[in-house]
């Protein structure tokens, strides 16, 4: 897609970044970062060795403020600090995207859902700096939990989602506000990954707009052209044996980065999807962070049963329980099909050909991280600090896959496209909000 003057390099503010996902697929559509907010020191090294330093191949934050530091921030730190409060100022009209993925432990059907979790907050914190940037697009992102009403909420507090009282602030602050549920495997991604997405367009940029139909449709033919552009399937999603088959190699070896620990050899590429993932790794004998768990005999026949008396996908309650296992929730990939959501946790999800667990590499590919993205940090972790510290596992199963970013941004990029050249497609969507909200009015005024 060919951007015009008014649209040429977009630029954006990625907060919550985490170790990068987001930025990486908007700098895989050409968008220039101008800074970026992470709390956590593992994953903003990760975000900072290969989207920001100089000798980085995905760097594409190239003017970073020098008011800023390049070092872990929480967004409540900056936010309290008077002076960079008004360098946000000094930004309006600079900024094209406010992006963000604020920690989703408090959302998630996977864990407690605790409505009381102070991170369910941090949401209104990035609306907070939006409303000092005033970006023409905001993007928030999160999991379906997000639109999902806490039913232990104290009364008092309301009973509305946190998605809800994002949507009503954003409008309040001048936007037009959608709620959009995406599918990661629509755009290249071999993972059926679904997350909420608030897209939001400033009323001063473009009026009234249905910004949810609008993102809806322009996704739609984003997924199509990206597959297209990349050579992917355009009729299926793309399955793990073509995701994974070139790490599943026989010849062992051991692991450079982690000693005592093992690892395989490359095979050579044996799809697209597996050459775009090994773009820039000529030579490389080995995959990074592809180091083999150490299992017991127990698991290893454990695993080696499955794979010989179950059939791929979810192992039942009963196998697992049978089989000395206390978890219920292990899945065998299936090379046919694409992976179900991956989480923080690698011990969920059996290679589909050896008794192991998958790698945080292979975890990466699934995620649609190319391999010469390299993570940083320790490599997993447990204990009081799991679910606070964001060790490698917890960077790559907390992104939004770049493939997904990239669309996203290629989508936005359309839109810029079309309300720069005052497009006559854009109509339907003014009237269709216009009528949106006179049959607001009508409700309301009928319950008067």
């Known amino acids: 897609m060919k951007n015009n003057k008014n649209t040429e390099r977009m630029t954006y503010i990625d907060f919550f970044s985490g170790c990068g996902g987001l930025s990486l697929g908007l700098g895989l559509a050409d968008w220039k970062g101008v800074f970026a907010i992470e709390k956590d020191p593992m994953a903003f090294m990760t975000f900072k060795k290969n989207l920001i330093d100089e000798d980085s191949l995905h760097r594409h934050f190239c003017g970073w403020p020098n008011w800023l530091t390049k070092e872990p921030h929480a967004i ?18 600079t900024v094209t995207l406010v992006a963000g993925g604020p920690p989703c432990q ?22 907070e700096a939006i409303r000092l940037l005033k970006p023409k697009f905001v993007l928030v992102e999160n999991v379906g939990g997000f639109e999902r009403k806490f039913v232990t909420k104290p009364a008092e507090e309301g009973c509305i989602s ?15 506000v959608g709620k959009v549920i995406i599918n990661a495997a629509e755009f290249g991604v071999p993972q059926l990954r679904q997350r909420v997405i608030l897209f939001a367009i400033s009323k001063e940029y473009t009026g009234v707009i249905d910004s949810k139909r609008l993102l809806k449709d322009t996704l739609s033919k984003v997924a199509i052209e990206q597959r297209k552009e990349l050579g992917l399937p355009v009729d299926r999603y793309v399955n793990i044996e073509e995701a994974l088959s070139d790490l599943s190699g026989d010849e062992i070896v051991d692991e450079p980065e982690f000693s005592g620990y093992k690892t ?17 790794t000529e030579g490389w004998e080995t995959p990074t962070s592809h180091r083999f768990n150490k299992h017991s005999q127990k698991v290893i026949d454990l695993y080696n049963l499955a794979h010989k008396t179950q059939k791929p996908g979810r192992l039942s309650k009963e196998f697992l329980y049978e089989n000395g296992c206390h978890s219920n929730k ?3 990939l299936n090379l046919e099909e694409p992976c179900s959501t991956v989480t923080t946790a690698p011990e969920e999800l059996i290679h589909y050909k050896h008794p192991r667990v998958v790698t945080l590499r292979e975890m990466a590919r699934i995620q649609s991280f190319p391999d010469d993205f390299t993570f940083y940090g320790r490599y997993t972790l447990n204990g009081p600090a799991r679910g606070i510290d964001v060790p490698r596992n917890a960077q790559i199963g907390n992104a939004i896959p770049p493939l997904a970013g990239r669309a996203i941004g290629k989508a936005i990029q359309m839109i810029a496209e079309q309300i720069e050249a005052g497009d006559s497609v854009l109509e339907k969507y ?17 319950s008067i």
């Open 76 to 93: 409540e730190d900056v936010l309290e600090d008077e002076s960079t409060c008004l360098q946000f100022k000094k930004l309006v009209g």
């Open 106 to 127: 408090g959302f998630s059907v996977a864990g407690a859902r605790n409505g009381k979790d102070p991170r369910n907050l941090l949401v209104f914190k990035q609306i």
């Open 162 to 176: 946190v998605a809800e009282e994002a949507i009503q602030e954003l409008q309040d602050a001048g936007y037009n």
């Open 264 to 280: 395989c050899k490359y095979l050579p590429p044996q799809s697209v999807y597996q050459e775009m993932m090994r773009k820039n």
């Open 330 to 332: 292990r899945f065998v």
């Open 430 to 446: 003014r009237a269709s909000a216009e009528a949106q909200y006179h049959q607001m009015n009508l409700f309301e005024a009928a």
